[in-house]
C-alpha cells in the first residue's frame, strides 16, 4: 500500500464514526452502506473517532482498544477497500488536536453553544457539562478541515455540525487574510434507518440488535423470536404489517413481489409468522456470509488490520502536516 498522499481529482470527502465494537446491521445500513457507495466516486478519508467517544463516555476506558479493532474489522468485512480509502485512527494524529486548539482561538463560543444538539444533551444529562463536549463540533471541525475536505456526508440532523465547520472555515480566512481552507459541503445522505429486534432503534445497549457478524443460526433465534402484530395472537387472526416490527426490516429485505404476497397472507391469515420471517432470515444470512468470511481472513490475521490502520495514519498524517504548516504561516506561528 502506498503512504504517500497523492492528489486526488476526486473529491475528498472525512467522515468519522465512534468505535462501539462490533457493528450492527443498524450501522451497516445507516452508514457502512454509504460509505461503500463513496469509496467509488470520492477520495475518502474514514477515521476511527475515538476522542469523539470521549466527549460523552471519558470514564469508560475499558473495553476502548478492542471496540475500536472490532470496529474495523467490521469496516474492511463489509468491503472498504484500504486500497482506495484512507483508513486511520484519530488519537494517533495529535495534529487533529494542534489544529483544534488554533480553532479554538479566533472561534466564539457562542457558536458552539447555540448547537442545539448541545443544550438538549446538557439538559438532560448535567455530567455532559464539560469543556470537551462543549468543544466536540470544534473538533469536528478540526477533522474536516486539516484535510480540506470538499465535501462531509452527514444526515439530515448533523447539518448544523458542517455549518459550523464552514463559519470556522470562513472565520480563519477572514481573521488571518489567508484562504487556507475551502468551506465544506454538507452530502446530504439518505440512509436507511433500521428499527432494532422490537421495532425501537437498533442498538446494541438495547440489546435488540443483530450484529453484523452473528452467527446464521443466531439470526435465525433471533428474528424468530421478534414481537409481530401483537393483534394477532393466534395462527387463525388476521395480522396488520402495519402494526408489525418484521415489517420494516422485510421493506428492507424482502423484493416487492415476495412482500406483496406475504402482506396478503398476513391480512388474510395464510401464513404463520414463522413462514413471514423466514425470507428475512434466509436474506440476511445471505448479505452476511461474504462479510463473515471476509472478517475471519483479519480476525485470523490481526496484524494486517494494524498494519492497514498504520499506512492510513501516515496517509492521513502526510496531507495534515502539509495544512498545518499553511495555519502556523497564516498566524504567524512559522518560527
Ligand atoms: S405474518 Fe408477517 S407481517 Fe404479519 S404479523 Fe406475522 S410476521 Fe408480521
Known amino acids: 500500500m502506498n503512504t504517500e498522499a497523492v492528489p ?26 454509504n460509505w461503500l457507495r463513496l ?18 463516555h471519558y470514564e469508560q476506558r475499558e473495553d476502548l482498544e478492542k471496540n475500536v479493532y472490532d470496529m474495523v474489522v467490521d469496516w474492511l468485512a463489509a468491503g472498504i477497500d484500504p486500497e482506495r480509502v484512507t483508513l486511520f485512527i484519530q488519537s494517533r494524529m495529535p495534529e487533529h488536536a494542534e489544529l483544534f486548539a488554533l480553532l479554538a482561538m479566533s472561534t466564539p463560543t457562542s457558536w458552539l453553544e447555540r448547537i442545539p444538539s448541545y443544550k438538549d444533551q446538557i439538559d438532560k444529562n448535567r455530567e455532559l457539562a464539560t469543556y ?13 478541515l ?8 452527514v444526515g439530515e440532523d448533523q447539518a448544523a455540525h458542517v455549518e459550523v465547520t464552514r463559519e470556522v472555515a470562513r ?32 442498538s446494541k445497549s438495547a440489546g435488540n440488535a443483530v450484529a453484523m457478524r452473528d452467527a446464521p443460526e443466531v439470526v435465525e433465534q433471533k428474528i424468530r423470536t421478534m414481537p409481530t402484530d401483537p393483534q394477532r395472537v393466534r395462527r387463525v387472526d388476521a395480522g396488520d404489517p402495519a402494526r408489525c416490527p418484521v415489517w420494516p426490516l422485510h421493506r428492507l429485505y ?3 413481489a415476495t ?26 444470512q445471505r448479505e452476511q456470509a461474504p462479510w463473515r468470511e471476509r472478517a475471519d481472513d483479519y480476525l485470523a ?35
Open 254 to 256: 424482502t423484493d416487492e
Open 171 to 202: 472565520r480563519f480566512n477572514r481573521v488571518y487574510e489567508r484562504p487556507v481552507f475551502p468551506e465544506p459541503q454538507a452530502l446530504l445522505t439518505e440512509t436507511a434507518r433500521l428499527p432494532g429486534l422490537d421495532g425501537h432503534k437498533m
Open 301 to 335: 490475521n490481526p496484524k494486517q488490520v494494524h498494519w492497514i490502520l498504520e499506512l492510513g495514519t501516515e496517509r492521513a498524517r502526510a496531507v495534515a502536516r502539509k495544512t498545518l504548516r499553511e495555519v502556523r504561516a497564516a498566524i504567524g506561528l512559522n518560527y
Open 132 to 144: 470537551g463536549f462543549l468543544g466536540y463540533p470544534l473538533l469536528q471541525a478540526a477533522d474536516i
Open 8 to 33: 486526488s481529482p476526486r473529491a475528498r470527502v472525512v467522515s468519522g464514526m465512534r468505535p462501539t465494537g462490533a457493528l450492527h446491521l443498524g450501522h451497516y445500513h445507516g452508514a457502512l452502506k
Open 39 to 56: 469509496q467509488a466516486t470520492h477520495d475518502c478519508f474514514f477515521f476511527v473517532a475515538d476522542w469523539h467517544a470521549l466527549t460523552t
Open 146 to 153: 486539516i484535510y480540506k475536505a470538499a465535501q462531509v456526508p
Open 259 to 284: 412482500r406483496a404476497g406475504l402482506e396478503q397472507s398476513c391480512r388474510s391469515a395464510g401464513i404463520g409468522c414463522l413462514d413471514c420471517k423466514q425470507p428475512l432470515i434466509e436474506a440476511i
